[in-house]
């Protein structure tokens, strides 16, 4: 029987990245409309407010959406609007939702709102940017600004020595698209990418939220990944950086938590998240991850914790 590997997950490492660097996304995709943003004034997420505006919409399967409140350098506008989405896989329909989702928050909030794209997905040639259409002099052109991840492609020695956090994030998606039939490559590839952390000198803090994002997304068979986490400590032990060995009992475990934090709302909403005092008791750090995993199959809040509970009790037996 084959050994079964778990399905990329695209979207909760992404969203999370975007929380964690919004600022750093902007700079990185779209350097102009960084320049002329007032960061010194903040900006503040209005992800359930997006909720609002779209959720009697159905255009299909929505990935990531980002609705971020902004202030212009100069502006005569007090504040405005910046609509983002992330899309990992081809959509016929994508132009149309960008247009709906656009106009359906200027209508909500009366602000300009800029709606800007990331495409993650494997087609080179997909690249849609325009919604409109024509009737008795009546027009409407709808045109927003693309990034193709494809096209980094071609810039990986920029990307590797790049100080911006969105390079790494860049990297690890595309080693995940290519190496999709070979998890042995993946591991080496994985291993490369946690190397290259190191020899960039980030912090400590952005070392293990891009350590995150890479375990995250560059998933592997068990076998395959305990043979990763052995070559890390092999890694760090050579560098004397001890960051991931630590990691491996303290802020993996709260990375685990801040994803379990996430994915809860983000299926069953804030409600949701009182259980969270109860699954930051448990130290496993497999078990944490297993919480994690179940989270996309589980129907309801106390399905999931009928499953970790009892995980839970079975621990308690064995010791």
């Not at 502006?75 to 959509?91: A, F, M, P, R």
């Not at 909500?108 to 990331?118: D, E, F, I, Q, T």
């Not at 685990?256 to 750090?285: P, R, Y």
Request: with cysteine; glycine share 4%.
């Amino acid at each position: 029987m084959a050994k079964k590997t778990p399905q990329t997950e695209y979207d909760s490492p992404w969203k999370q990245m975007l929380q964690l660097y919004f600022q750093d996304f902007m700079l990185f995709f779209f350097p102009q409309a960084h320049s002329e943003i007032d960061w010194s004034r903040g900006f503040i997420f209005l992800d359930q407010e997006l909720q609002q505006v779209v959720r009697d919409a159905e255009l299909g399967k929505r990935l990531i959406d980002k609705l971020v409140k902004i202030y212009r350098i100069g502006g005569e506008e007090e504040w405005l609007l910046i609509h983002v989405e992330v899309q990992s896989q081809e959509e016929t329909d994508f132009p149309r939702r960008m247009f709906v989702y656009n106009y359906r928050i200027f209508d909500r909030y009366n602000r300009s709102v800029a709606s800007l794209a990331v495409l993650g997905d494997d087609n080179i040639k997909w690249r849609p940017n325009q919604f409109g259409y024509e009737l008795f002099g009546c027009s409407v052109d709808f045109q927003f600004p693309v990034i193709k991840l494809l096209d980094y492609q071609q810039r990986l020695a920029q990307l590797e020595t790049s100080r911006n956090p969105f390079a790494t994030v860049v990297m690890a998606h595309l080693v995940a698209m290519q190496t999709r039939g070979d998890k042995l490559q993946r591991k080496q590839q994985k291993l490369a990418l946690v190397r290259q952390l190191y020899e960039q000198g980030f912090d400590r803090d952005a070392v293990l939220n891009l350590f995150g994002f890479i375990d995250w997304i560059l998933t592997l068979p068990l076998d395959l990944e305990r043979e990763f986490k052995t070559e890390v400590e092999q890694l760090e032990a050579q560098q004397s950086m001890p960051y991931m060995t630590s990691f491996e009992r303290i802020a993996r475990i709260e990375g685990l938590l801040e994803a379990i934090e996430l994915g809860l709302e983000l299926k069953f909403g804030s409600s949701s998240l009182f259980v969270i005092e109860e699954i930051s008791q448990i130290e496993d750090v497999e078990q944490l991850r297993a919480i994690k995993e179940r989270i996309k199959t589980a129907n309801t809040v106390d399905e999931l914790r009928s499953f970790y509970q009892t995980s839970i009790t079975d621990t308690q037996l064995e010791s």
